[in-house]
């Protein structure tokens, strides 16, 4: 599975961007899909993650409330809806994939090192 990542952009606080994660390859729908994060200086940071099918998601305490993670697995493309953004979001927004059946073995599915598959990463600005 290869993955790209969009939607970036500038956005003022309090605004509202979506991110697109697209994939190749026809076992994407088989795939748990991770996005992270990580702003100058800091550590690669778990945002949210959804299950194979949809049918559940997770999000980290930061974004829960104000980011909702989705997928249509017709179109191999998993987003990130992300509103009410804060000065705190600004960061370089990464999507990852990995077979769901890997993931479900440890339920590890904040970790990166659950990922195999990794997009480019897609910059999000905010302003004050």
């Known amino acids: 599975v290869q993955l790209q990542a969009s939607g970036g952009g500038l956005v003022q606080a309090g605004g509202s961007l979506r991110l697109s994660c697209a994939a190749s390859?026809?076992?994407?729908?088989?795939?748990?899909v991770g996005w992270f994060r990580q702003a100058p200086g800091n550590q690669r940071e778990w945002v949210a993650a959804i299950r194979y099918n949809g049918g559940s998601t997770y999000y980290s305490d930061a974004v829960r409330g104000r980011f909702i993670v989705s997928r249509g697995n017709a179109k191999n493309t998993a987003y990130l809806q992300m509103n009410d953004l804060k000065l705190t979001d600004a960061a370089v927004y990464y999507c990852a994939a990995e077979s769901w059946a890997s993931i479900e073995r440890t339920m590890l599915y904040a970790d990166p090192k659950s990922y195999d598959h990794w997009g480019q990463g897609t910059e999000v600005t905010v302003s004050s």
């Open positions: 390859g026809h076992s994407f729908r088989l795939y748990g």
